[in-house]
């Protein structure tokens, strides 16, 4: 196997294709945090998937408002990105992991 020393390829890998894999590392244990914290405190019952608005201060500070049916759809997509990182034995986590560097979830 030959190696690749070309410079261009060289930082495009470190200035690139690693902190995106950070990123996208940091993203699955972000979603594993929400959704065990979501579940384990039923969350559920207390921000029904409804219209009704979350009253965080968005309406003040220009934020979009954010209503129960939106937080449950961000869950909904992290619970998506979960099965897709643990499919066939943790494929996609696993290839994830021997990129990155600075992985680990946001909270």
């Known amino acids: 196997m030959a ?3 070309n410079p261009l390829a060289v930082a495009f890998a ?3 294709v690693r902190p995106t894999a ?3 590392s940091q993203l699955y244990y972000t979603a594993k945090s929400i959704v ?3 579940n384990a405190n039923s969350m559920s019952s ?3 998937n409804t219209t009704d608005v979350i009253v965080d201060g968005a309406a003040t500070d220009g ?3 954010l209503t129960g049916i939106a937080a449950t759809a961000i869950i909904t997509e992290a619970m998506a990105v979960i099965t897709h ?3 066939s034995t943790n494929a996609v986590l696993n290839q994830i992991k021997q990129v990155e560097v600075n992985g680990g979830g946001r909270f």
């Open 46 to 48: 207390i921000i029904p």
């Open 85 to 87: 990182y643990e499919a």
């Open 36 to 38: 065990n914290y979501w």
């Open 63 to 65: 934020r979009q408002i």
């Open 14 to 16: 470190n200035n690139q």
């Open 22 to 24: 950070d990123l996208m």
């Open 3 to 5: 190696n690749i020393t």
